[in-house]
């Protein structure tokens, strides 16, 4: 059984960053990838970003590429996305999600596990 929490949404201006923190429960975090999503209301959830657990490879869509990094701190079980030059089109919840392996990672229906959401809100 994987939990995750999540932490680090909030508002802020055109321009300016926030860093989500993935918390993920357990001595061991026991899955090998962690994925980035959001949704804003009435829209589908999309992907955003992905990184491997293990050698902490990363992709990103290319809405955030460049705008948006993915690290983890392995001692802590905890992953982190840092946002960067944000836009009032990244406002959404953000959701991360684990899986077991890092394959199909761009698939919600790849992660079986989810955290609850947390909301981001970026004014022009």
């Known amino acids: 059984q994987v939990q995750l929490v999540e932490s680090g949404g909030g508002l802020v201006q055109a321009g300016g960053s926030l860093r989500l923190s993935c918390a993920a429960s357990?001595?061991?975090?026991?899955?090998?990838?962690m994925g980035w999503f959001r949704q804003a209301p009435g829209k589908e959830r999309e992907f955003v970003a992905a990184?491997?657990?293990?050698?902490?490879?990363?992709y990103s869509t290319d809405s955030v590429k460049g705008r948006f990094t993915l690290s983890r701190d392995v001692a802590k079980n905890t992953g982190y996305l840092q946002m960067n030059s944000l836009k009032p089109e990244d406002t959404a919840v953000y959701y991360c999600?684990?899986?077991?392996?890092?394959?199909?990672?761009?698939?919600?229906?790849?992660?079986?596990?989810w955290g609850q959401g947390t909301q981001v809100t970026v004014s022009s």
């Open positions: 999600a684990a899986a077991r392996v890092y394959s199909n990672f761009r698939s919600v229906s790849s992660y079986a596990y």
């Open positions: 357990g001595r061991t975090f026991s899955s090998d990838a």
């Open positions: 990184i491997r657990w293990s050698g902490g490879s990363t």
